[in-house]
């Protein structure tokens, strides 16, 4: 799959979760069985909004061609969603998740490897350049 189709993807996801959660907390948050009061609803929200930022930043940079700023968002989106996956482990280990925790869990799971795997490529591709090419690719770069 290309960067780019995944990208959309990934924002579009995010954006409809995040709009969920921001408009009508109680619908996400009841069906992962997690008991909804004003705590939980205003998390939920908060993390709505934040679904809703991923989905943009992913849908803005779904064109980007520089590769230092590809870099930076992948790896922001590499250890977020490494973040995420680990507390949705958790949270179903502990059960606080009934079993569509597994959702989360999965598609943390698939970001966070889409993502990581995506800078470990683009890294070693940069480590196989040969020092002419490393040379004149820094003298071709504005500062």
């Known amino acids: 799959m ?5 990208m ?15 408009i009508v907390p109680s619908l996400m948050i009841n069906a992962f069985g997690i008991t909804l009061n004003d705590s939980t ?19 803005s940079a779904r064109n980007m061609t520089d590769r230092k700023s590809q870099r930076g968002i992948f790896a922001a989106f590499t250890i977020a969603n490494l973040v995420s996956l680990v507390l949705s482990i958790i949270d ?8 569509l ?14 993502y990581g795997g995506y ?12 020092p002419q090419q490393q040379v004149q690719q820094t003298q071709h770069q504005p500062s």
Request: glycine share 10%.
């Open 101 to 114: 925790g597994w959702i989360a869990v999965v598609a943390y799971a698939i970001l966070f490897v889409a």
């Open 92 to 99: 179903l280990v502990n059960h606080t998740f009934n079993a």
């Open 41 to 59: 609803r205003l998390l939920g929200e908060f993390y709505g909004s934040g679904l809703i930022l991923m989905g943009l930043v992913a849908w």
């Open 119 to 130: 800078l470990l490529i683009r890294a070693s591709q940069a480590g196989q350049m040969q």
């Open 2 to 6: 290309r960067l780019r189709i995944f």
């Open 8 to 22: 959309i993807g990934n924002a579009i996801l995010a954006l409809i979760a995040g709009i969920i959660l921001v």
